[in-house]
């Protein structure tokens, strides 16, 4: 019953920006710790941005810091990923995941959406 549904990704040239939310269902959002990953062609998935709670903490990887944002919506159960200042090394599929206990951007996470592919070229 718990699930997890990116949406938002696409085709964006360099500099332009991309929002993707992740809509949450079977749970309450607002228990849970929230993150978002990517995983590259040939690349293994890694941790791009995570979030304790509405005010809360965040975490990005030292390759977004700046460009990107995390944020939730728990009355809507829904937490998006803003995207500014794309990249071509931003390209990757985006999955955003969530869990009761704090993990950073651990690949760890007890639920996992499906993924939504971003692509940045001219």
């Known amino acids: 019953q718990l699930q997890l549904v990116e949406s938002g990704g696409g085709l964006v040239q360099p500099g332009g920006s991309l929002l993707l939310s992740c809509a949450a269902s079977?749970?309450?959002?607002?228990?849970?710790?929230i993150a978002w990953f990517r995983q590259a062609p040939g690349k293994e998935r890694e941790g791009v941005a995570s979030l304790i709670a509405v005010g809360g903490r965040t975490n990005y990887a030292n390759s977004v810091k700046g460009r990107f944002t995390i944020s939730r919506d728990d009355a809507e159960n829904t937490f998006y990923l803003q995207m500014n200042s794309l990249k071509h090394e931003d390209t990757a599929v985006y999955y955003c995941?969530?869990?009761?206990?704090?993990?950073?951007?651990?690949?760890?996470?007890?639920?996992w959406g499906q993924g939504t592919q971003v692509t940045v070229s001219p």
């Open positions: 079977g749970f309450a959002l607002d228990a849970y710790y």
């Open positions: 995941a969530a869990d009761r206990v704090a993990k950073l951007l651990l690949l760890i996470y007890d639920c």
